[in-house]
């Protein structure tokens, strides 16, 4: 299991910056999967990066170019740094960790959410 803690929501406008962290109660090397989806009322939840163990990056094509994830393995924290926020980017952003359980199936954690709002 894994607890996750997001942080760095808020209003900004639109063009501008901010960073989320997710901090995970576990080593961060171990979870199989560790990412960001995103949630706006009428929509369907999307998923929006994604960093596997390997290294290897996923991005949804709506963020590619202007986010990019990253993270710190010390701290046991990923980050989602979003530049040249739109106002479709309006969202509660959630952390997602997905660790193969003992039959080989990913089993998801998710944190509580931390709230983007970009103004036009």
């Known amino acids: 299991q894994v607890q996750l803690v997001e942080s760095g929501g808020g209003l900004v406008q639109a063009g501008g910056s901010l960073r989320l962290s997710c901090v995970a109660s576990?080593?961060?090397?171990?979870?199989?999967?560790l990412g960001w989806d995103r949630h706006s009322p009428g929509k369907q939840r999307e998923l929006v990066a994604q960093f596997f163990r390997s290294g290897t990056t996923n991005y949804a094509s709506s963020v590619k170019g202007r986010f990019t994830i990253s993270r710190d393995n010390d701290k046991n924290t990923v980050y989602l740094q979003m530049n040249s926020l739109e106002s479709e980017d309006t969202a509660v952003y959630y952390c997602?960790?997905?660790?193969?359980?003992?039959?080989?199936?990913?089993?998801?954690?998710w944190g509580q959410g931390t709230q983007v709002t970009v103004s036009s």
């Open positions: 576990r080593s961060i090397l171990s979870i199989d999967v």
């Open positions: 997602n960790a997905k660790i193969v359980d003992a039959l080989g199936r990913y089993v998801d954690y």
